[in-house]
């Protein structure tokens, strides 16, 4: 999948009031012809940059960056691939990926940060620390799929994912037009013998709602153009129709991991970590339907014992879904390396 280019990148958009009013700004970097979109709050404290999962952007982070604007200087970034960012067919790893932010760190951000990363966020925040130390204070993991997102595991023992990216790969791949609805036909397990997904005719209404949006506003980002569903689908809708598929399609065909080892990274960061884990299910006729299951989660502060961890009840996107809880362990976790007392305890385990 070559010859193509993101029809959006480079564009801006009139940022939602409330980060207007905190004094965020979308600014682009460009990177040896890669332009890097990113959001960039008011100078307030230790730089802190949010990086966002697999299909998903920037704005994820939009309900945690206000309050997080407070006490960091806040930075929030479209991974190439995805958003207002360039598109890289043929080109994604996680040494492209972790390459930009290395730069954005060194070059725009200028001072060590806090790389806080979600769902693929959180193994390029890994790479940053294991590669790049010098441009990193402390990483937070934020359910990271780290050794699941590693083959052969990957492909063989947790399938569910797998396909999910696969799913995604079908529906998106056909760029004009996109069917971006099609996303949401993914079955997602709830037991061993029943998976559940969105009625086939609230499919139908966002494919229509979608088409008239588009017909309304030509060359524009995939929306819904209406209040009264969940903001949660307008974002995934935006999200999908902003995404290249070849970033997924690297994850399916390993062109996407290179010679990063998890394990070697883990053992080779010194930095403070926080991990940030999630819910999540495992069976046998699909596999680990979430990140990591408990056992990555002890691995990972085997290998890195300087970790912090905290459980969440939420789910995956957990600043999406948990804002207020997600911001309270960042900002007790930044306490701590400043030698501040935390202002709430949470569920943390060492």
């Keep these: ?112 940060a806090i790389v806080s990363g979600n769902s693929s966020g959180g193994v390029l925040a890994l790479w940053c620390a294991s590669r790049t130390p010098e441009e990193v204070a402390a990483i937070v993991l934020e359910d990271p799929p780290i050794f699941s997102a590693e083959m052969p595991r990957f492909r063989d023992r947790d399938r569910w994912v797998y396909g999910s990216l696969a799913h995604a790969v079908s529906v998106l791949g056909d760029l004009d037009p996109r069917r971006v609805a099609g996303i949401y036909r993914q079955e997602i397990p709830v037991s061993e013998t029943r998976s559940v997904r ?63 080892s998890h394990e070697a990274a883990l053992r080779s960061t010194t930095c403070p970590v926080l991990l940030l884990h999630a819910n999540w299910n495992r069976y046998d006729n699909h596999g680990l339907v979430g990140a990591m299951d408990d056992d990555d989660a002890r691995r990972v502060r085997e290998l890195a014992p300087q970790t912090v961890y905290r459980r969440i009840d939420a789910r995956h996107v957990i600043h999406g879904d948990k804002p207020h809880a997600f911001s309270r362990a960042l900002t007790d976790f930044a306490a701590t390396l400043t030698g501040e007392a935390p202002k709430s305890s949470g569920r943390s385990h060492a």
Aim: glycine fraction near 10%.
């Design 198 to 260: 969105m009625p086939e005719r609230l499919v139908g209404l966002l494919d229509r709602l979608i088409a008239r949006h588009r017909r309304r506003r030509p060359g524009r980002p995939a929306s819904l153009g209406v209040r009264w569903l969940p903001r949660s689908l307008e974002e995934m809708v935006r999200a999908a129709s902003m995404f290249d598929p070849d970033f997924a399609q690297a994850f399916l065909d390993g062109r996407f991991y290179g010679d990063f």
């Design 1 to 112: 999948m070559t010859g193509y280019r993101n029809p959006f990148v480079g564009q801006s958009d009139p940022l939602p009031p409330a980060l207007a009013r905190a004094g965020f700004k979308q600014e682009f970097a460009t990177f040896d012809g890669t332009v890097i979109s990113y959001v960039q709050g008011p100078e307030t404290g230790m730089p802190l940059l949010l990086v966002p999962g697999q299909m998903s952007l920037w704005s994820s982070y939009r309900r945690v960056m206000p309050e997080l604007s407070r006490r960091f200087t806040v930075f929030a970034v479209d991974v190439r691939g995805h958003g207002n960012s360039s598109w890289t067919p043929g080109d994604y790893s996680w040494d492209s990926a972790g390459c930009d932010l290395a730069r954005l760190l060194r070059e725009v951000i200028g001072r060590p």
